[in-house]
């Protein structure tokens, strides 16, 4: 029976993670940037209905960015502490005033929720503006609050 490596989000000590945004792996020229909007393991998770409703509103504006056509895929950790954004051709300076603007685009937004209705989601009635906003707003500030320089702390296990 052959091997079975840890895969790479497995090698990073998450006792030693704050929120910010990291380069998780490069393969090729798709870049997959670990968004971390919560400590893991720290007894703060974000709930279904926050992390469905940023998602459908970052996923929205990102696409709809300076970096649209090379955006990949943005969805929700399982383990309710960030999300991750894979991105072609990336660099990081520019993706991460994208996902700046994207954060202040959200928090900004006067509307209704994107894709909450029954046709375009399957769970079009666990979606909530306000929770989207607050997580943005939260995670917005961890950005500024310190220089991101994309790398995990510590070293890999």
Do not use: W
């Amino acid at each position: 029976m052959k091997k079975i490596e840890k895969i790479a989000s497995f090698t990073v000590d998450h006792d030693l993670l704050t929120e910010g945004i990291y380069v998780s792996r490069i393969d090729g020229d798709i870049t997959t940037y670990d968004l971390r909007t919560r400590v893991p393991n720290a007894g703060d998770y974000m709930d279904n209905l926050t992390m469905h409703s940023l998602e459908h509103m970052f996923a929205t504006y990102v696409r709809a960015s300076i970096i649209s056509d090379r955006v990949i895929y943005f969805g929700p950790m399982g383990c309710q502490t960030g999300f991750y954004l894979l991105v072609r051709d990336a660099d990081n300076s520019v993706v991460l005033s994208v996902v700046k603007d994207t954060l202040k685009k959200i928090i900004d937004h006067d509307g209704e929720m994107f894709g909450a209705v029954r046709r375009e989601c399957g769970n079009y009635k666990n979606l909530d503006l306000t929770a989207a906003k607050r997580e943005a707003e939260k995670y917005l500030a961890a950005l500024n609050s310190r220089e991101q320089d994309f790398k995990y702390k510590g070293e890999k296990i």
